[in-house]
Protein backbone atom coordinates (compact mmCIF):
# COMPACT_ATOMS: atom_id res chain seq x y z
CA UNK A 1 0.00 0.00 0.00
CA UNK A 2 1.68 3.49 -0.95
CA UNK A 3 -0.35 6.43 0.53
CA UNK A 4 0.51 10.32 -1.51
CA UNK A 5 0.54 13.22 0.43
CA UNK A 6 0.40 16.48 -1.75
CA UNK A 7 1.80 20.02 -0.30
CA UNK A 8 2.53 23.34 -1.93
CA UNK A 9 -0.50 24.75 -3.47
CA UNK A 10 -1.62 28.30 -3.10
CA UNK A 11 -2.43 31.59 -4.50
CA UNK A 12 -0.20 33.36 -7.42
CA UNK A 13 -0.23 36.01 -9.70
CA UNK A 14 0.75 35.41 -13.50
CA UNK A 15 3.71 34.90 -13.68
CA UNK A 16 4.79 33.68 -10.70
CA UNK A 17 6.16 30.50 -9.45
CA UNK A 18 5.32 27.39 -7.07
CA UNK A 19 6.98 24.15 -6.03
CA UNK A 20 4.28 21.18 -5.68
CA UNK A 21 5.70 18.56 -2.84
CA UNK A 22 4.51 14.87 -3.17
CA UNK A 23 5.80 12.77 -0.59
CA UNK A 24 4.76 8.87 -0.98
CA UNK A 25 5.09 6.26 1.68
CA UNK A 26 5.73 2.49 1.19
CA UNK A 27 8.75 0.69 -0.18
CA UNK A 28 7.56 0.63 -3.46
CA UNK A 29 8.14 4.30 -3.96
CA UNK A 30 11.36 3.58 -5.54
CA UNK A 31 9.97 1.21 -8.63
CA UNK A 32 7.00 3.74 -9.20
CA UNK A 33 6.36 5.89 -11.45
CA UNK A 34 4.87 9.08 -10.70
CA UNK A 35 3.02 12.25 -12.05
CA UNK A 36 0.92 15.40 -11.60
CA UNK A 37 -2.64 15.21 -13.26
CA UNK A 38 -4.93 18.43 -12.72
CA UNK A 39 -8.71 19.11 -12.51
CA UNK A 40 -10.69 21.91 -13.03
CA UNK A 41 -14.27 21.68 -12.12
CA UNK A 42 -16.62 19.64 -15.01
CA UNK A 43 -13.67 18.92 -16.63
CA UNK A 44 -11.78 15.31 -16.41
CA UNK A 45 -8.44 14.67 -14.96
CA UNK A 46 -5.57 16.10 -16.80
CA UNK A 47 -1.90 14.78 -17.53
CA UNK A 48 0.67 17.23 -16.42
CA UNK A 49 3.90 15.72 -15.82
CA UNK A 50 5.06 12.17 -15.34
CA UNK A 51 8.94 10.63 -14.20
CA UNK A 52 10.05 6.87 -14.45
CA UNK A 53 10.87 5.17 -11.32
CA UNK A 54 14.67 5.14 -12.07
CA UNK A 55 14.07 8.99 -12.82
CA UNK A 56 15.47 8.68 -16.43
CA UNK A 57 12.86 9.38 -18.26
CA UNK A 58 10.17 12.49 -18.09
CA UNK A 59 7.23 13.31 -19.83
CA UNK A 60 5.09 16.58 -20.22
CA UNK A 61 2.41 18.09 -21.76
CA UNK A 62 2.51 20.48 -24.29
CA UNK A 63 1.24 23.28 -22.43
CA UNK A 64 3.35 23.26 -19.84
CA UNK A 65 6.61 22.29 -21.49
CA UNK A 66 9.68 24.59 -20.93
CA UNK A 67 7.75 25.97 -17.67
CA UNK A 68 7.68 23.03 -15.42
CA UNK A 69 9.85 20.29 -14.32
CA UNK A 70 9.08 17.00 -12.93
CA UNK A 71 12.10 15.34 -10.39
CA UNK A 72 12.70 13.17 -7.85
CA UNK A 73 14.43 12.15 -4.57
CA UNK A 74 13.87 8.45 -4.12
CA UNK A 75 15.74 8.77 -1.05
CA UNK A 76 13.25 10.88 0.63
CA UNK A 77 10.00 9.05 -0.99
CA UNK A 78 9.62 12.59 -2.78
CA UNK A 79 8.50 14.36 -6.21
CA UNK A 80 8.34 17.45 -7.55
CA UNK A 81 6.64 19.98 -9.72
CA UNK A 82 8.50 23.16 -9.94
CA UNK A 83 6.04 25.30 -11.83
CA UNK A 84 7.19 28.44 -13.34
CA UNK A 85 5.83 31.14 -15.44
CA UNK A 86 2.34 30.13 -14.37
CA UNK A 87 -0.43 31.32 -16.47
CA UNK A 88 -4.13 31.44 -15.25
CA UNK A 89 -5.21 28.77 -17.10
CA UNK A 90 -2.89 26.68 -14.88
CA UNK A 91 -5.60 26.81 -12.34
CA UNK A 92 -6.81 23.62 -10.91
CA UNK A 93 -6.19 21.32 -8.57
CA UNK A 94 -3.31 18.99 -8.43
CA UNK A 95 -2.83 15.14 -7.97
CA UNK A 96 0.12 13.22 -7.44
CA UNK A 97 -0.18 9.76 -8.46
CA UNK A 98 1.85 6.46 -8.12
CA UNK A 99 2.06 3.52 -10.56
CA UNK A 100 3.28 1.13 -12.72
CA UNK A 101 2.42 3.14 -15.81
CA UNK A 102 2.76 1.30 -19.31
CA UNK A 103 0.49 4.26 -20.63
CA UNK A 104 2.76 7.21 -18.62
CA UNK A 105 -0.02 10.14 -19.44
CA UNK A 106 -3.01 7.90 -18.87
CA UNK A 107 -4.47 8.49 -15.22
CA UNK A 108 -5.89 5.24 -15.02
CA UNK A 109 -2.22 3.33 -14.92
CA UNK A 110 -2.01 4.93 -11.46
CA UNK A 111 -3.42 3.19 -8.37
CA UNK A 112 -2.50 5.51 -5.94
CA UNK A 113 -3.26 8.84 -5.54
CA UNK A 114 -3.24 11.95 -3.15
CA UNK A 115 -5.98 14.05 -2.21
CA UNK A 116 -4.96 16.82 -4.47
CA UNK A 117 -3.84 20.60 -3.44
CA UNK A 118 -5.28 23.61 -5.09
CA UNK A 119 -3.34 26.40 -7.29
CA UNK A 120 -5.24 29.05 -8.37
CA UNK A 121 -2.98 32.11 -10.75
CA UNK A 122 -4.76 35.44 -11.03
CA UNK A 123 -4.12 37.07 -13.71
Known amino acids: QVQVVESGGGLVQDGDSLRLSCTAS????????MAWFRQTTGKEREFVAA????????YYTDSVKGRFTISRDNAKNTVILQMNSLKPEDTAVYFC????????????????WGQGTQVTVSS
Open 26 to 33: GRTFTTAD
Open 51 to 58: IRARADMT
Open 97 to 112: AAGAALKIRSADEYHY
